[in-house]
């Protein structure tokens, strides 16, 4: 069975990086597609991008000057960097694995960030 | 970007009811549009792919329909269980774009 589990600071300073991990356990990331999603409080969810099986990556347009998807797949990890965090990017972060034509069939736990000085 | 607008934004509701929401895309997507269930502290739940497909393990009270710009979700004889935020999803469009959401409450 295939589980994700994020993982991360919970508390970032304004203008500074927020960094993520997502674990992946039951299934290679070598295969498939890997995202990462944000629901803001007040409900609204935010596609910010994915990498796939080869590596290649892709990113919201809105994101992309500050975002970055990578991963290890020697510890079957993928990681979401946001660069010059403002308090807007306070939100629940998901990681999310794709099946066949789905895009996010499976989902993370999430966890919440919350940017503060 | 596609904007995916959800309606109604909530909805009172009792067991047995039947349910339908909607989703209207700003521009044809197709049938690439996602059903999700969102319990309170959950992450959420695929429940229709590609519109109309149901995904495994999900109950056939639920039913999605719809391709180009309109489509919907039905619960038919609504549970306890089923209280939650529906999203709808288009993946046609780069970005993809989810709507903001229907909130089932008890009438």
């Known amino acids: 069975e295939v589980q994700l589990q994020e993982s991360g600071p919970g508390l970032v300073k304004p203008s500074q990086s927020l960094s993520l991990t997502c674990s992946v356990t039951?299934?290679?990331?070598?295969?498939?597609?890997w995202g990462w999603i944000r629901k803001f409080p007040g409900n609204k969810m935010e596609w910010m991008g994915y990498?796939?099986?080869?590596?290649?990556?892709s990113y919201n347009p809105s994101l992309k000057s500050r975002i970055s998807i990578t991963r290890d797949t020697s510890k079957n990890q993928f990681f979401l960097q946001l660069n010059s965090v403002t308090t807007e990017d306070t939100a629940t972060y998901y990681c999310?694995?794709?099946?066949?034509?789905?895009?996010?069939?499976?989902w993370g736990q999430g966890t919440l960030v919350t940017v503060s000085s | 970007n596609t904007v995916m607008t959800q309606s109604p934004t909530s909805m009172f509701i009792s067991v047995g009811d039947r349910v339908t929401m909607n989703c209207k895309a700003s521009?044809?997507?197709?049938?690439?549009v996602d059903w999700y269930q969102q319990k309170t502290g959950q992450s959420p739940k695929l429940l229709i792919y590609?519109?109309?497909n149901r995904y495994t393990g999900v109950p056939d009270r639920f039913t999605g329909s719809g391709s180009g710009t309109d489509f919907t979700l039905t619960i038919s004889n609504m549970q306890a269980e089923d209280l939650a935020v529906y999203y709808c999803?288009?993946?046609?469009?780069?970005?993809?774009?989810f709507g903001g959401g229907t909130k089932l409450e008890l009438k």
């Open positions: 999803l288009q993946y046609n469009y780069n970005p993809w774009t």
């Open positions: 039951g299934y290679s990331i070598t295969s498939n597609y």
């Open positions: 590609g519109a109309s």
């Open positions: 521009q044809n997507v197709g049938t690439n």
């Open positions: 990498i796939s099986y080869s590596g290649s990556t």
């Open positions: 999310a694995r794709s099946e066949a034509a789905i895009p996010f069939a499976y």
